[in-house]
């Protein structure tokens, strides 16, 4: 498709009537008024504040909202005296509000973002989520200022989070991400990135924008390209990522679908690169790592458990289908044990997990089933977490999420076995 | 007496003897057949089955997705031996419609007849087959969703699907072979109409109060996911 037809026609004569800019910060957003204007307000202020002396724009590519998104992000307003600058900003900060065009998704919004910044020939590309309560504005220039100044190419974020904060990151996406691509990005699906020109280029030419990536499966896979593909990746300390609770209904088991989907998806791209490596190494990590009050969260782990006992029975005849008989045996012992002393230990979850990639990738069932069936066991390895770490602390609780990145590390070599089929 | 023994038992003997004498060439030569036929059945069935195993046909299938497919419908014992199977079977069947052909023009009628009936049994076998795949992978999405949105009785509900989407499929066949006409058709569509029809009358007379539970915590399902389980999974 050429790169005209990805801009709606309104979007293509803002940018065009802009011509050049050093900087784009993209905000996707859906029905999110109640919190865009703040965004808003701390990308023009960051921007101003880091940034005056570049041209900067600023672009929301909303999904259709229907409560006036678009026009809060146009009227938000910075009130500049207020902001203390060193130096008044040489440029305006432009802004544009636009209607992506394609699948309806966070990735589709991300496209539009992308490609006014190529239309534009930014340096530098940052995305923001606008349903953020606390972003303030230094997570503009951490995320911009390593592509521009240290020549980073993708630029991921690292938030203190509560400790049942992200369990599908903490689960599967990040020990599987680092085990596989022996890079540790903490928040690989964190949604505040920074990115080069050239990686921008890059994920553009991809031929991905009629699939589920453009739906939601967009942040796994930009992290993942830009690993795979050998980008520098470094990481930049935000603080706490606070807000607006999601949209009821995107469930539990329809966000595990598209993000491991996705991550099992994107194993097959990138098999030889993967296959190849053992390890792991960090990620440079910028930015001054202050401590944080985090929101308490309320845990109920008996639901969960319970989820996790009946599901291993009701879904043993599926899960003999394709788990290693010694893991079907493990599970039916758990599903018959007492709750209170039931575990669900890292080095069985990890072997599970690794069944389950190798089943999508050998087709060996229908892969949504597939990837439904899984929720019932995330929900027992969370309850098991959950009741391992109820006194720990955040960061005890990180030292137990180390050990099962250790876990999957280790058990790497079974990840390459049963993959194909061994 | 000696004429009634003679006429009564002997020249009926006499004749069964004779009819079958003349019956008999045809006769064997349709079990030599049959039994050629069963032997180069059994040994075209082994050489695709251990050729196809020889050429990994089964990694192969497993590739192509097919493997998936034959797993579907519960036949799964190795796409090679499926395959190696299904060739023995027609090289049998080919063998039984030789045999009758040699038994003269009775049997060579069997044949034709059997020949004009052949696209509506092969329709009726696809239809099943078709039908089994939908009832194994509809069965196992509703086992799933209901697993995950923590119905009880999921394998109930599940077998239930399952046995609905057979009984379908057997009784469009059925209809499609011309047994039990308009008649099995009828039939399904009252007891399948009765049961949701009564069902959606005792839940809504009876359980008005849990349809309403039922409906709200649909509805609120999301929200108190997160609520009940407090942990925040994206």
């Known amino acids: 498709m050429p790169d005209a037809d990805i801009l709606p026609a309104d979007a293509r004569q803002a940018v065009d009537k802009v011509g050049e800019a050093d900087v784009v910060v993209g905000i996707p957003s859906y029905n999110n008024a109640r919190t865009i204007g703040h965004v808003v307000r701390a990308v023009s202020a960051g921007l101003a504040r880091h940034f005056s002396d570049l041209h900067c724009v600023i672009i929301n590519s909303d999904g259709g909202s229907a409560d006036g998104t678009p026009q809060a992000v146009l009227e938000a307003q910075v009130e500049a005296d207020k902001l203390l600058l060193v130096r008044h900003p040489l440029h305006p900060v432009h802004r544009i509000s636009t209607p992506y065009h394609g699948l309806p998704g966070k990735g589709s919004a991300f496209r539009t973002i992308f490609q006014a910044a190529k239309n534009l020939h930014a340096k530098a590309c940052a995305v923001v989520d606008a349903d953020l309560r606390s972003i303030t504005p230094d997570w503009v220039e951490l995320l911009v200022r390593p592509v521009l100044q240290q020549g980073f190419d993708y630029v991921a974020p690292y938030y203190r989070r509560h400790k049942y904060d992200g369990t599908i990151t903490n689960s599967i996406v990040y020990p599987l991400t680092r085990a596989l691509y022996a890079t540790r990005v903490r928040q690989p699906i964190g949604g505040e990135f920074g990115l080069s020109a050239g990686l921008t280029e890059r994920l553009l030419s991809k031929k991905v924008w009629e699939t589920d990536v453009a739906r939601y499966g967009v942040d796994i896979w930009m992290t993942t390209t830009a690993l795979a593909e050998g980008f520098r990746v470094c990481q930049v300390y935000l603080g706490a990522k606070l807000h607006d609770p999601k949209d009821p209904g995107s469930d539990l088991t329809a966000m595990l679908v598209q993000v491991v989907g996705s991550l099992f998806s994107l194993m097959e791209e990138y098999e030889k690169r993967w296959k190849a490596v053992r390890g792991s190494v960090p990620a440079p990590l910028y930015g001054f790592p202050y401590a944080v009050g985090l929101e308490p969260v309320r845990v109920n782990p008996e639901r969960m458990l319970s989820a996790f006992q009946e599901g291993c029975r009701d879904l043993e005849p599926v899960y003999a289908s394709f788990l290693r008989p010694d893991l079907q045996a493990e599970l039916k012992r758990l599903a018959n044990g007492q709750p209170a002393e039931l575990r669900l230990d890292d080095m069985l979850w990890v072997q599970l997990v690794f069944d389950f990639a190798a089943a999508f990738h050998r087709r060996t069932l229908d892969r949504k089933h597939l990837l439904e069936s899984l929720t019932p066991l995330y929900l027992g390895w969370v309850a098991s977490f959950v009741l391992r770490t109820q006194e720990a602390s955040d960061d005890e609780a990180e030292q137990q999420i180390e050990r099962l990145c250790r876990a999957y590390e280790q058990l790497k070599q079974t990840l390459v076995d049963r993959w194909e089929g061994r | ?234």
Request: no cysteine.
């Open chain 2, 1 to 234: 007496m000696n004429e009634l023994w003679q006429r009564a038992v002997r020249e009926p003997l006499d004749q069964l003897w004779n009819q079958m004498m003349s019956y008999l060439p045809q006769l064997s030569a349709a079990l030599v057949v049959l039994v050629v036929g069963g032997v180069a059945g059994w040994l075209v069935k082994q050489v695709i089955y251990r050729g196809l195993r020889l050429l990994r046909f089964d990694r192969l299938a497993e590739r192509l997705g097919l493997a998936a497919v034959i797993e579907r419908v519960g036949l799964y014992r190795g796409s090679s031996y499926v395959v190696g199977q299904f060739a023995g079977g027609l090289v049998l069947l080919f063998s039984l419609l030789l045999a009758l052909n040699t038994l003269g023009p009775a049997g060579s009628d069997l044949v034709l007849r059997f020949f004009v009936f052949l696209p509506h049994l092969l329709t009726a076998v696809l239809i099943v087959l078709v039908g089994g795949l939908a009832a194994a992978f509809l069965g196992r999405g509703a086992l799933i969703a209901a697993v995950n949105a923590r119905l009880a009785g999921a394998r109930l509900l599940a077998g239930a699907v399952r046995l609905l989407i057979w009984l379908l499929a057997v009784i469009v066949a059925l209809g499609h072979l011309g047994v039990g006409g308009p008649t099995l058709a009828i039939t399904f569509g009252v007891i399948f109409g009765g049961i949701v029809t009564g069902l959606a009358i005792a839940f809504g007379i009876a359980g008005k109060d849990l349809a309403r539970q039922a409906l709200e915590s649909l509805l609120k399902r999301g929200a108190r996911e997160e609520e009940d389980e407090g942990v925040r999974h994206l």
